[in-house]
């Protein structure tokens, strides 16, 4: 098999678990193609890890011996690459298939309400009301006559950022006219792609919100069709859906395009020319038409504690930190500084950086809206179950300062 010669692993995340006493790792597949829950054994695991497209299997067994210190035959090493490729594990020709396979029944119509019935209301008038009654609570403080080009929104969980949520989309309600929302949200599933792009709308259960064919053709314009590749996370990715069901309540004939945006950082190859480039387009597309289009930037804050991989539980001092993490963030972004969102990001003063997973849509925002102004509506911050851990959330509302 063409795949086995130099066998590269496909993208997928990784957890340790322990099954009846033996130590296996749980592998993700964001895109689908491997089994949902496969877990592999450790030697297993370490001849997937070695998969890397420029070994060979005479190489990988001289690593796997050197890694156990015992006689590894060829043919075992053989065979456990035939049965990492059987279960769609590496790229190849089985994989490609599957993924083909999948791809067209994704794009067969709008990405399904995954969440919906499970993390809020599947019957649409129990929607309504729950919406209705958060909104009802919520008061966004912005001055009379304000037009805003851009919200920030959470993307936790609706439970935990309830009324968050709530300030954002009040606020859209009231100063809000757009009619087409480019959403940027997180790509928290591994994948080499910094942008994903999908010309698929987003259900809801109050009914489709639909894709705007023309928004989406300029932004694959300034991406090119490898923006695409990835597009099947979208079908897992809770950050867009949980905006889809906003927007559709409060804009029941409005229009979307939808893109998951990864961590930016120099070692990824193209992250920031592939921001930069959607960046302009989305400034020129909203110079051009300013009360057609409003940039949605979905994302949660610092996340900090050992759910996060920090060593320690978080505590008072542990919580302020992050608090001026998310200050220091959200002050550049409102102002349109790029730059200063990429350097409040990677925090200071020798404390672990503070994962703030809207790294991304943030900066993309910042370097879109600028010259900016904004407004932070509401700040939050959540525990995560294991209850030590922290996310950081806020609603804001960012518009456009006219040049003097």
Partial sequence: MASLVRPRARMLSTTPVEIRGQQYVLLDDPEGVAPQGCAVSTPLYLVLSLCDGRRSPEDIQAAVVAEVRRFVSLAEVTQALEELERHGLLEGQRAAQRLEELTRAYRSGPREATLAGTVYPAEADALRATLEGLLAKADPSLPEGILADCLVAPHIDLGRGAAVYAEAYAAARKHVRARTFIILGVGHAACGNPLILTGQGYDTPLGPLEVDGEALAEIEAALGEEAYVGEL????????????????????????????????????????????????????????????YCLVAAVDLTHVGPDFGHASPVDTAGIMRASAVDRRVMTSALAGNAQGVLDACEGSDGAEEPNVCGQAPLYIVAKAMAPCMGSVLRYGQAPTPSGTSLVGFCAAAIWRRPVE
């Fill in 233 to 292: 996370i979208h079908a897992n990715e809770h950050s867009i859906e949980f905006q889809a069901i906003w927007l559709k309540h409060l804009f029941p004939e409005a229009r979307m395009v939808g893109i998951l945006c990864s961590h930016l950082h120099e070692e990824r190859e193209g992250s920031f020319e592939a921001a930069d480039a959607l960046a302009q387009r989305l400034a020129d597309m909203m110079a051009r038409e300013p009360e057609r």
